[in-house]
């Protein structure tokens, strides 16, 4: 949870920044400066989701929108349990809870700086490309976590990262108006 709020003071923070370098600075100063911040940024971004872990065996899920599943209290992992459920041959109790939201904001929150400081950074380049930016940042990060056994490999952090890189773009053009 605190992991959530440093994440929206920083983010607010970087939103306040770059409004003000926006108004004081050429756009090529203004450019200069965002552009490095961009790596920055991807750095900050892969040791958070790799290296504040310990390696072990975790789950691959690919079920789109397991963490709202898990909310209404079911922990559906596989395709082959989500037919169970919706077949009504689902045998475990539903325990509600509104922990996977945390999970959910998380993964947003990490990605919007990605949107903000792409569109500070690249006026002129059309929302899909940052989308899909965005997407193949988060697949490289799912698979690294995959592969190095270091997290999760949820279809939900793709959806969730990309929804993020989305909200950082809105944002972006939010603040700058």
Same mark, same amino acid.
């Given at each position: 949870?605190?992991?959530?709020?440093?994440?929206?003071?920083?983010?607010?923070?970087?939103?306040? #920044?770059?409004?003000?370098?926006?108004?004081?600075?050429? $756009?090529?100063?203004?450019?200069?400066?965002?552009?490095?911040?961009?790596?920055?940024?991807?750095?900050?971004?892969?040791?958070?989701?790799?290296?504040?872990?310990? $390696?072990?065996?975790? $789950?691959?899920?690919?079920?789109?929108?397991?963490?709202?599943?898990?909310?209404?209290?079911?922990? #559906?992992?596989?395709?082959?349990? !989500?037919?169970?459920?919706?077949?009504?041959?689902?045998?475990?109790?539903?325990?509600?809870?509104?922990?996977?939201?945390?999970?959910?904001?998380?993964?947003? #929150?990490?990605?919007?700086?990605?949107?903000?400081?792409?569109?500070?950074?690249?006026?002129?380049?059309?929302?899909?490309?940052?989308?899909?930016?965005?997407?193949?940042?988060?697949?490289?990060?799912?698979?690294?976590? !995959?592969?190095?056994? !270091?997290?999760?490999?949820?279809?939900?952090?793709?959806?969730?990262?990309? !929804?993020?890189?989305?909200?950082?773009?809105?944002?972006?053009?939010?603040?700058?108006?």
């Amino acid at each position: 949870m605190i992991l959530l709020f440093v994440g929206l003071a920083l983010t607010a923070l970087m939103a306040y #920044i770059i409004r003000q370098l926006h108004f004081y600075l050429s $756009p090529e100063r203004f450019r200069q400066i965002v552009v490095p911040l961009i790596p920055t940024y991807l750095l900050i971004n892969w040791v958070f989701t790799l290296f504040t872990r310990t $390696p072990g065996e975790y $789950p691959i899920v690919l079920v789109p929108l397991h963490a709202y599943i898990q909310i209404l209290g079911w922990d #559906i992992r596989s395709f082959a349990e !989500l037919g169970q459920l919706l077949g009504g041959a689902w045998k475990a109790s539903a325990a509600p809870s509104l922990a996977p939201l945390i999970g959910v904001a998380q993964n947003i #929150i990490l990605f919007l700086p990605f949107g903000f400081l792409l569109s500070a950074a690249y006026k002129h380049t059309s929302t899909e490309k940052f989308l899909a930016l965005g997407f193949m940042l988060s697949l490289f990060i799912e698979a690294c976590q !995959l592969v190095l056994r !270091l997290g999760w490999f949820e279809m939900d952090d793709l959806l969730h990262n990309v !929804l993020g890189t989305y909200v950082g773009i809105r944002l972006y053009r939010r603040v700058i108006k």
